[in-house]
């Protein structure tokens, strides 16, 4: 792996996070976790190159987020797909979804790194926020994606490093 600068990514973010998908993870020092996302972003926020995810209350890997203040982005090739199914189908409550998936991970500052991605983001929390009812100006998406009321908490965090093979 080795280290670039977030200003020389050449994806297109859309297509990378919304198509693509991603694992955010987080480690507590002892276990790691990870969950597949599609929904995020990255941009510049208080002069610093950032990426922003969105995670529910519900998810196992929420609480390793919650302990740590580094996490991870993880981007795979298409031949992994069948992998970030599974990573965001199950919950790592329920089975050891990176020893099922055959996924080598270490810690790089504290955030998980996977052996078999492509590219990682190394991030560190800057942020976080409970999305809330009243803060809907489209009332419509509470209906669409909130039924059971689980709004997501909005995670902006700092891209440290990107390592890239
Ligand atoms: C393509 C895809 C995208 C997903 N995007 C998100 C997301 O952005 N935020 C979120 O909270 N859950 C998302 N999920 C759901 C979690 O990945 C899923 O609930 C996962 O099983 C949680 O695992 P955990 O309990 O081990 O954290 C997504 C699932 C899939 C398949």
Redesign the pocket.
């Given at each position: 792996m080795k280290t670039i600068k977030p200003e020389e990514l050449k994806d297109n973010v859309f297509d990378l996070i919304g198509k693509q998908?991603m694992l955010?993870g987080a480690s507590d020092g002892e276990k790691a976790?990870?969950?597949?996302?599609?929904?995020?972003g990255a941009g510049v926020l208080w002069g610093k190159n950032v990426a922003f995810?969105?995670?529910?209350p519900?998810?196992?890997?929420?609480e390793f987020i919650d302990r740590s203040d580094k996490i991870s982005l993880s981007f795979f090739t298409e031949d992994y797909r069948k992998m970030?199914?599974y990573?965001?189908?199950?919950?790592?409550?329920d089975e050891d979804?990176i020893e099922k998936s055959n996924l080598h991970v270490s810690l790089e500052e504290g955030a998980p790194v996977f052996e078999e991605s492509r590219m990682t983001f190394v991030c560190r929390k800057l942020y976080e926020q409970e999305m809330e009812e009243s803060c809907f100006t489209d009332t419509a998406q509470i209906e669409k994606w909130y039924p059971g009321k689980d709004y997501?908490t909005m995670y902006v965090v700092e891209i440290e490093k990107v390592l890239v093979k």
């Open positions: 998908w955010v976790n990870a969950m597949t996302a599609s929904w995020g995810v969105f995670v529910r519900q998810r196992y890997t929420k970030l199914s990573m965001g189908t199950v919950s790592g409550r979804k997501h």
